[in-house]
């Protein structure tokens, strides 16, 4: 960790426009919470949907894409990265801190708004609101380390991120039963699966096998951007 | 006293051959390092920088290898020529954030004596999103200044700055070299290179092709045969008058032209000649041009040469 490149990573990535982007999605989860509670009551079965559906399906790779791949990909877009790495700072304290500061992000625009909107829908009942909140924190975790990790080795960074956030993790990973095991948000749902009452959360992967590929997929893809950053050539230069 | 080595260096990108072979030593005070775009001269100094690795040979800094070595960065103080950098900070916020990722015991008074040194506190609480590019070049040296490196590596500094910021730029990296750093700063123009670096190195076409006192280098760049299009009011009258001096090595006749090809020898002599001969024999010169004057052919004749 090293404080100045996580307050200037920190700095960024909290841009206005950027700011305004983070903002919009959990304030609609939350107002869609509170709308469904107010106008059809409490249904677990209804806040277990939109919770695995809306939370963890869409806001927290859509999040987990914007801190991720914007806490490197611009700096590296714009050569600015040159600052940080023409430095005696090893490039993987350099991915790890920018790692912690896109988790730190996407947990708090995406794990703790999935929280209040567990809250707003279904009170304490059943654990739901902690379970969705602590597989969302989870998931937080592993897509922050990818698309940190894709925001290294792409341009497009943003773009590949969220065809595979909605492409992979949303269309796939619901239809074909393969792709659900390779899937940051079946992984997460094992884990809400164990903590919330019996029956009201369902996933396809054990809780063990997801436990074990997360810590894999996070740790591999940091270890793999240290690499990577140690031998970023700076192209684009005329 | 540092040196960096570069020995037997080749880049190459794809099928594309940036540098090729190339060795050479930059030792102690200010080397410019001129070549036409695209020559190689970001290559080189991005291998220098650690952000390239050569395709083969070595680049070294005192023997200590540079690419993968974050080391390194202690005594190099590198200022890109792109333009990215934080624009959301202030330029003091930037130049203070430099000396933190340095380590610096003291950031804050190193930032404030970078600052200091380039001249830029008037302006150092200011956004560097409404810097002028002058300004930005400044923050970007006092950002590479800010731990005080014995090397500074320097892409084309000069590049989009006014007449006073280029004197002040100057003087400054002087005063570097005059210190006992090594300065290396690459350019495209010769008169820049020749006001402020004691020795140069050419590079044309990814290739060394010339290296040496600045002197030395103008020589070979106006010593070599200039070829000039002459139209006159007898043609071959001038030219009989013109072959007869040491200057000319050779006068053609180009009839499809109705013009004469002269090539001179004696660039000053040759210069003075001309108008002369024609006054004498009452010759009126219509067009004088010289044919290879480009920065290109200029190159071209070093590396053959």
């Known amino acids: 960790m090293h404080p100045t490149v996580a307050r200037l990573t920190l700095k960024g990535l909290l841009g206005r426009r950027r700011t305004i982007l983070l903002v919009a999605l959990p304030v609609l989860l939350i107002v869609i919470s509170v709308a469904v509670r107010a106008l059809s009551g409490q249904d677990d079965s209804t806040s277990a949907d939109i919770l695995s559906g809306f939370a963890l399906g869409t806001m927290v790779p859509i999040i987990g894409v914007m801190a991720g791949t914007g806490a490197i990909g611009p700096e590296i877009d714009d050569g600015s990265i040159v600052y940080l790495l ?16 896109a988790i730190c992000v996407t947990v708090a625009f995406a794990a703790v708004p999935t929280f209040i909107a567990g809250l707003a829908l279904s009170g304490t009942s059943q654990r739901i ?9 989870a998931s937080s975790v592993a897509y922050a380390a990818i698309f940190l990790l894709l925001g290294v080795v792409t341009r497009h960074a943003v773009v590949v991120g969220l065809v595979y956030a909605l492409v992979w993790e949303g269309l796939l990973g619901s239809l074909i039963s393969g792709a659900k095991t390779l899937s940051v948000q079946q992984w997460s749902l094992s884990l809400a699966e164990k903590i919330a009452a019996n029956g009201v959360v369902d996933s396809d992967v054990g ?30 230069e005329e | ?74 005594s190099i103080g590198l200022v890109p020529e792109r333009e990215g950098m934080y624009d959301f900070l202030t330029g003091k916020e930037f130049v203070l954030a430099n000396a933190e990722l340095h380590g610096l015991p003291d950031p804050g008074a190193a930032a404030r004596r970078a600052l ?30 800010v731990h005080e490196p014995s090397v500074l590596l320097l892409d084309e500094p000069f590049n989009g700055m006014d007449p006073r910021q280029r004197l002040q730029l100057m003087d400054l990296l002087r005063r570097m070299g005059a210190d006992g750093r090594t300065v290396l700063f690459s350019s495209h123009i010769l008169e820049e290179v020749e006001q402020l670096a004691h020795h140069i190195e050419v590079v044309v076409a990814g290739r060394h092709a010339a290296s040496g006192d600045f002197r030395e280098i103008r020589r070979l760049m106006t010593d070599r045969p200039h070829r000039y299009l002459v139209r006159s009011s007898d043609d071959r009258q001038l030219a009989a008058a013109l072959i007869a001096d040491a200057s ?9 032209e109705r013009a004469l090809r002269i090539q001179a020898i004696d660039f000053r002599r040759f210069t003075e000649l001309l108008p002369r001969v024609a006054k004498e024999a009452g010759i009126r010169l219509y067009e004088v041009s010289p044919s290879d004057e480009s920065l290109e052919s200029v190159f071209s004749y070093l590396v053959a040469a």
């Open chain 1, 207 to 236: 809780l063990p096998t997801a436990l074990v590929l997360m810590v894999v997929v996070t740790v591999g893809t940091t270890w793999f951007a240290g690499q990577k950053l140690r031998s970023l050539t700076l192209a684009g």
């Open chain 2, 248 to 256: 000319t090595a050779g006068i053609e006749l180009d009839w499809t």
């Open chain 2, 116 to 145: 200091a040194t380039v001249e830029m506190e008037y302006a150092q609480d200011r956004k560097i999103s409404t810097y002028s590019k002058g300004m930005r070049q400044r923050v970007k040296m006092a950002s590479a200044l």
């Open chain 1, 129 to 137: 609101a902690i379970a969705f909140g602590i597989a969302a924190t």
């Open chain 1, 86 to 101: 023409a430095k005696p700072i090893t490039r993987p304290t350099i991915v790890l801190t920018k790692l912690v500061v």
């Open chain 2, 1 to 74: 006293m540092t040196t960096i080595s570069i020995d037997h260096v080749s880049r190459w990108f794809g099928n594309v051959v940036a540098v090729n072979d190339v060795t050479m030593d930059i030792g102690p005070g200010v080397t410019g390092l001129l070549g036409p775009n695209g020559a190689g001269k970001s290559t080189l100094i991005n291998m220098m920088g650690g952000f390239l690795a050569p395709s083969t040979g070595t680049v070294t800094l005192d023997g200590a290898t540079i690419w993968r070595n974050e080391q390194v960065y202690r």
